[in-house]
């Protein structure tokens, strides 16, 4: 290549043929360019991979778009297909949803206990020697130990329930 400079102004500006860049593009692959260049070459080759994704098959954009206006036609006409939600359904996804809530809940008001426990014990205690606080410190991990894990066995059980209330929402939309 004549001049890196020249060549990168012309394919940034547009100005050169498929064959050009095409050629220009392996350039930049197979030889090292002058540092000065490695950045512009960098992105120049990100474009070119960007360039070389395949393009849609012929007519999606249509098909797509007709999708879509039936879909909306769908909506905007008078629900045939739409059962009605059962009473004890809503009550089924109200009853995750408490327990999801009382979850959480829970979980909130374990931690705020383990860490008012902390408090008081690390306000109340005073240590003069290291040998002295080590058992008090390794307690404390213990109980930090524990509650991760039952957080994490909550956390778990939760989303658990929340694929449970998935399921029975995508039930009653059908």
Not at 128 to 145: D, G, K, Q, V, Y
Request: glycine residues 2%; hydrophobic residues 40%.
């Amino acid at each position: 290549m004549k001049d890196i400079r020249e060549m990168i102004d012309r394919y940034l500006d547009e100005r050169m043929s498929h064959d050009e860049e095409q050629e220009f593009f392996r350039y930049l692959r197979s030889t090292e360019v002058p540092e000065e260049f490695h950045e512009e070459r960098e992105l120049i080759l990100q474009m070119a991979a960007m360039q070389e994704l395949p393009s849609p098959p012929a007519g999606m954009e249509e098909r797509l778009t007709a999708m879509i206006d039936n879909l909306a036609e769908e909506s905007s006409a008078p629900a045939k297909r739409v059962r009605k939600l059962e009473i004890r359904h809503i009550w089924r996804a109200a009853a995750v949803v408490a327990i999801i809530a009382t979850t959480g809940l829970a979980i909130v008001q374990h931690e705020r206990n383990k860490y008012d426990a902390f408090i008081a014990a690390r306000d109340k205690d005073t240590f003069t020697t290291a040998e002295e606080a080590l058992p008090h410190a390794n307690a404390i991990l213990r109980n930090l130990a524990a509650v991760t894990k039952s957080t994490r066995n909550s956390v778990a059980e939760a989303g658990n329930n929340i694929k449970k209330l998935s399921i029975i929402i995508k039930r009653n939309q059908r």
